[in-house]
């Protein structure tokens, strides 16, 4: 069964966010992370075994930046820590579920990463993770 890895929140600003998270969370300031093939700039903040995830679009063309117009700012992905992220997404695509990426691509933390669609998962899209 795959573990919870992190949960991915969609903000205007990670400056902003952090303010906004740190004093809930506490901990060292993290170093943001430029994600190109998402097109965003992310950081994490360890939540007990897992993490949240603050997404900042990287440019008006990000995935990212699409969903604060349309929706705001707040939760966008909800993210699986599995084996292999070819084998998950097989598994929904076997299953009718629409997928984002049929293969892995890389992502944030030196990860290998693959999302299906927020129709495969009741609305929820939902991210794979692969690796250390």
Do not use: C, K, Y
């Amino acid at each position: 069964m795959p573990e919870l890895d992190h949960v991915g929140i969609a903000v205007p600003s990670l400056a902003d966010a952090l303010a906004q998270w740190r004093p809930l969370l506490g901990g060292p300031d993290p170093t943001p992370e430029e994600v190109p093939s998402n097109r965003v700039r992310v950081v994490f903040l360890t939540v007990g075994g897992t993490h949240i995830e603050l997404l900042e679009p990287s440019g008006p063309d990000s995935p990212v930046a699409r969903f604060l117009v349309s929706r705001g700012p707040g939760v966008h992905h909800i993210a699986f820590h599995v084996p292999s992220v070819e084998r998950a997404l097989q598994e929904v695509a076997g299953r009718g579920g629409e997928l984002v990426d049929r293969t892995a691509r890389p992502g944030a933390r030196g990860r290998r990463v693959g999302f299906a669609r927020p129709s495969a998962f009741g609305g929820v899209l939902v991210e794979f993770v692969e690796g250390p």
